[in-house]
């Protein structure tokens, strides 16, 4: 018998049709937030979830489904997942690390661009034919060109961002990062500390995981160090930035600006952040590329293959769960 495996939403089909032959595959074609009991409704006699960042795994959901072998996330992320109860269970988590760092790293600089010359924000001004001819003091913004760029998390996407700002747009790095090796990069970049990050970036890019440490990593006491005219860039997870507090910031024009890609209580936000000016929000679509996309199709069905092969994935999270197989 096949093994059964529920994809959770519709990704790429070059993913989905690696998996036809030796799977048999049920595609979930509703868009939108899956509901926890939809999920166990659907995974409970499947032995794979494939699921995305939006669907929580958690402990209810794999004690329920007790056919359970594999999750594999379409996501870089996997804090969606509960990682322990997974492991307890001896069901394998995979996600499709370093499909995505290039676009992702490609989407911080639009971000960076678009908010620093208010792109956005003329864009909706011409639309709205308020354009009377060119005139010296409309719609000024801030030099990208020679700032000081800020990355927190010099992981693999933290470096393509840093690359980007060091190489083409002449910016000083400097960065925060407990665990992060200085040799591995072939540009200078700055050690620093997070307060120093703070005081000294104009521009702040945070390209971390989601987990206690990291959990409102900016909030009020964070924001009143960043200088005035400092952006925060945020395309890891929503959760690191206290939206509230940020709201209150950018209201009250104490930092210039912002962009959003992900947030707190996806789909929602704080109320109040669609009406300013000084902030772009995007729909969580940093890796929304159709080679990335069907990149990462391919990545988590190859982790799946992988497995049920006898192989070890290579986008295997949680390594003590091989150790326990083997013991």
């Known amino acids: ?37 939809h999920l166990i409704e659907k995974s409970k006699d499947k032995q794979v979830i494939l699921s995305l960042l939006s669907d929580v795994v958690d402990f209810e959901v794999i004690t329920k489904c007790k056919s359970l072998k594999m999750i594999s996330n379409y996501a870089v992320g996997y804090n969606n997942i509960d990682i322990n109860a997974a492991t ?34 003329s864009d909706k001004f011409m639309r709205s034919k308020k354009f009377k001819g060119w005139g010296p003091m409309e719609f000024l913004g801030q030099d ?24 083409g747009f002449s910016m000083d790095i400097i ?15 700055n050690s620093v500390s997070f307060d120093t990050l703070l005081k000294e970036s104009d521009f702040i890019t945070l390209n971390v995981p989601l987990n206690q440490g990291t959990f409102h990593l900016i909030g009020e006491k964070e924001l009143k160090k960043m200088k005035k ?11 690191v930035v ?7 910031f950018l209201k009250e024009k104490r930092i210039a600006g912002a962009a959003l890609d992900v947030y707190e209580n996806e789909p929602d936000f704080i109320s109040g952040l669609e009406t300013l000016d000084n902030i772009i929000m995007t729909p969580h679509i940093a890796s929304a590329s159709k080679k990335t996309r069907e990149l990462m199709s391919v990545k988590a069905a190859q982790n799946i293959i992988d497995y049920f092969e006898g192989r070890i994935p290579s986008g295997l999270v949680n390594k003590d769960v091989i150790k326990l197989e083997i013991g």
């Open 88 to 121: 307890e269970k001896g069901i394998v988590v995979t996600n499709t690390p370093r499909t995505l760092d290039e676009t992702t790293a490609d989407f911080v600089f639009a971000l960076i661009l678009s908010v620093a010359r208010r792109i956005v924000e």
């Open 242 to 248: 206290d939206e509230k507090a940020l709201y209150k």
């Open 144 to 167: 990208v060109y020679n700032a000081t760029l800020g990355v927190v998390g010099m992981g693999s996407i933290g470096k393509e961002v840093a690359k980007r700002g060091y190489y």
């Open 229 to 239: 005219t400092a952006y925060l860039i945020n395309t890891s997870r929503g959760p």
């Open 1 to 37: 018998m096949k093994p059964k495996i529920y994809i959770t939403h519709k990704i790429p089909e070059k993913g989905i049709n690696m998996l036809k032959n030796d799977f048999d595959v049920e595609l979930n074609d509703y868009n939108g937030i899956v509901s926890k009991n």
């Open 175 to 189: 960065y925060y990062d407990r665990s992060f090796d200085p040799s591995s990069v072939g540009f200078k970049a």
